[in-house]
């Protein structure tokens, strides 16, 4: 096991030049990799290469700069639809997974008794949109977080106008059975949205294999920039979909005698409207270009390895409970939510003692699921959330503050 987990890490550890960083007098230990992960050497380049060679708009200039950005701009879109098995007319860009979710709840111009069923242990991404726009069917969950999957075809009725889950939870780590839920969903005439946030570089996915009808995802949880990320829909889907945002680069005529007669492209153009992202962009495809390098199947054995060296040597330390502790390693990435039982110490000072005293960085609180939390009845959590790069050494380190910590 050990050697499967830092034969790899080992080998792509010099990539990431964050990772050569102290903190506090000892080597960094980035555990923290569900919340965004470091950015590789070949991101950086990327992104400091637009800036320093071929800075310009895109889809806009004539000039050859504006043509070179035009061309890496495009490109990303390319990577990413070839990493899912879209079409790269089917990608919108957007913000990350967030505006994604927001941008579907919005196209289906939902009512407020139009049913969105989604398990209540989601993150808020994929929770408050169906608040705002629909009305929220939340899923049962047990007291460890993990939704009751076998209760799905009982929640879904006449109304119901979307199946929405989390492909990999960002508290569990446990991985939703996506061709199910599309099978039992779709049995009964309902689209099913896909939140790819915590799974994109974790799992291969491909859209047809799982049959889903969208998928939202971020770039900065898979080595990529932030503040870009995709929604992906079906071409009839985008095709009929309310634009959300008007301005420019979205449109192909705009008559100045008829008030309100414009043309808009066709999608995904006519939905990203004003200047995009353009370098986090540009930025995402070297992160697609990068998973692929390494290649997901060598990253999730890396994955499969990790989470039980992970989840079994945290659950060994007396004063310690894991999350879905008996999840089997297929059904979860390498990720571990915990609860420390340190009289005095909130869960958010066992993260903050954990950086000081041993350099590892985790996230503490509640992980933007406080639905989760309060059904599973936990005042908050830690969370450790390893990557490719991390090797046994580091969770070693992890395990060693916390054990003290708990002592
Ligand atoms: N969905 C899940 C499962 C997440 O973990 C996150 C971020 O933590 C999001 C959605 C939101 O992603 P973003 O903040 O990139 O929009």
């Keep these: 096991m050990k050697e499967t987990i830092d034969s790899l890490a080992k080998k792509v550890r010099p990539d990431f030049p964050l990772l050569r ?14 919340s965004t992960t470091p950015k590789p050497k070949a991101v950086i380049d990327a992104v400091v290469g637009y800036y320093e060679n071929a800075t310009a708009n895109v889809h806009r200039g004539v000039h050859a700069l504006g043509e070179e950005a035009t061309r890496l701009f495009d490109d990303a879109r390319r990577e990413v639809a070839g990493l899912i098995g879209a079409q790269p007319s089917e990608i919108v860009l957007v913000r990350g997974t967030t ?3 927001n941008f579907v709840a919005n196209g289906l111009e939902l009512g407020p008794e139009d049913e969105v069923v989604f398990p209540a242990s989601e993150h808020h991404a994929n929770w408050i949109p169906w608040r705002v726009h629909g009305k929220p069917v939340p899923m049962p969950i047990d007291e460890d977080g993990l939704p009751k999957w076998d209760s799905l075809e009982g929640l879904i009725t006449k109304k119901t106008r979307l199946v929405s889950v989390g492909h990999v939870s960002n508290v ?44 939202a995802t971020s770039s900065h949880k898979a ?67 990068y998973l692929r390098q390494i290649g997901l199947d060598h990253i999730r054995e890396h994955d499969l390895a990790m989470s039980r060296y992970l989840v079994e040597g945290l659950a060994d330390i007396p004063g310690v409970r894991v999350l879905a502790r008996k ?81």
């Excluded at 960083?21 to 569900?34: H, K, M, Q, T, Y």
């Excluded at 004003?274 to 992160?287: C, L, R, S, V, Y």
């Excluded at 580091?394 to 054990?403: S, T």
């Design 172 to 215: 569990t780590g446990a991985i939703a059975p996506v061709e199910e839920i599309v099978r039992i969903a779709h049995a009964h005439g309902v689209p099913v949205l896909l939140d790819a946030a915590q799974s994109l570089s974790h799992l291969p996915l491909d859209v047809q294999k799982l049959g889903v009808d969208f998928l």
């Design 223 to 289: 080595f990529g920039p932030s503040g870009v990320g995709i929604l992906w829909g079906r071409k009839d889907f985008l095709a009929k979909c309310p634009l959300y945002q008007v301005g420019g680069g979205m449109i192909s005529l705009n008559n100045d005698i008829d008030v309100g007669g414009f043309v808009p492209r066709d999608a995904p153009f006519k939905f990203e409207a004003g200047t995009p992202a353009i370098e986090a962009t540009i930025g995402f495809g070297a992160a697609v270009r």
């Design 99 to 101: 505006e994604a979710i």
């Design 327 to 407: 999840l089997p390693p297929e059904k979860r990435i390498a990720l571990a939510t915990f609860v420390v039982d340190a009289p005095a110490m909130t869960q958010e000072s066992v993260a903050r003692a954990l950086s000081d005293m041993f350099g590892v960085c985790v996230s503490a609180g509640f992980h933007c699921t406080h639905v989760l939390h309060a059904r599973a009845k936990l005042a908050g959590t830690v969370r450790a959330s390893p990557h490719v790069f991390n090797t046994t050494e580091e969770i070693d380190a992890l395990l060693e503050g916390v054990r003290e910590i708990a002592g």
């Design 21 to 34: 960083r102290e903190i506090s007098g000892r080597p960094l230990v980035f555990l923290d990799n569900a």
